[in-house]
């Protein structure tokens, strides 16, 4: 079955502990990126990668850093993460040609105390 | 830079009725443009798309969404909405062969019965 997988789907944290949420998908696309959801804001993204070892700044790309080793897995890393990084974060992939749509994980709600 | 307006935060309607969630989007080149629905605790899942061709897009689970170049408008309809319905739904432009896909805030809708 043609997926996106991230892990955790939840996870309560402390402020400054590094955590990393992993996303990984099966389907051969070179596009991955992540969002975060916030009420009001729709979704925001926070880092993409066009293809293995090329990785970009989204619009709200500050507090994370992404790698992109090989083509499925898009993990994102939160050094040390803060009560304002409290959200839903989803990781997306897509074939990458600029006209398909993206198929999203279900999601990772994250809370940073 | 696009950007997407979705008019509504909240429309609440009665089973059977007929519902629109509205979409707006700012481009000064040609866009494709996707509704998504993200069901309570779930990812997003594509509704519709429009890449070309006819204005008038069908989708999954009876919507349809009308893309109207000169409003710049691309309303999401459903002739009957039904309980199952209920879910926030997100409006998405990308801009030519760019990767940066862009949301709007949502639409939440619900349905009683």
């Known amino acids: 079955e043609a997926q996106v997988t991230q892990n955790p789907r939840y996870l309560i944290t402390v402020t400054g502990k590094k955590l990393t949420v992993t996303c990984s998908q099966n389907?051969?696309?070179?596009?991955m990126s992540w969002y975060r959801q916030d009420p009001g804001l729709g979704l925001r993204q926070i880092y993409y990668?066009?293809?293995?070892?090329?990785?970009d700044k989204g619009d709200v790309p500050e507090g994370y850093k992404v790698s992109r080793k090989e083509k499925r897995n898009f993990p994102l890393i939160l050094e040390s993460p803060s009560p304002n990084q409290t959200s839903l974060y989803f990781c997306?992939?897509?074939f990458g040609t600029g006209n398909t749509e993206a198929f999203f994980g279900q999601g990772t709600r994250l809370t940073v105390v | 830079a696009q950007s997407v307006t979705q008019l509504d935060s909240q429309v609440p309607v009665f089973e059977e009725a007929p519902v629109e969630l509205r979409c707006n989007y700012s481009?000064?080149?040609?866009?494709?443009l996707f509704w998504y629905v993200q069901y309570p605790n779930q990812g997003l899942q594509l509704l519709l798309k429009?890449?070309?061709?006819?204005?008038l897009v069908k989708g999954i689970n009876g919507f349809e969404a009308e893309f109207n170049k000169s409003q710049t408008s691309f309303h999401l309809r459903k002739p009957s909405v039904h309980i199952s319905d209920t879910a926030e739904y997100f409006c998405?432009?990308?801009?030519?062969?760019?990767?940066?896909?862009?949301f709007g805030a949502g639409t939440r809708l619900t349905v009683k019965p």
């Open positions: 481009s000064s080149v040609s866009v494709y």
């Open positions: 389907m051969n696309h070179e596009y």
């Open positions: 998405a432009v990308l801009v030519g062969n760019n990767n940066d896909m862009r």
């Open positions: 990668s066009m293809n293995v070892e090329v990785t």
């Open positions: 429009y890449l070309s061709g006819s204005t």
């Open positions: 997306a992939s897509s």
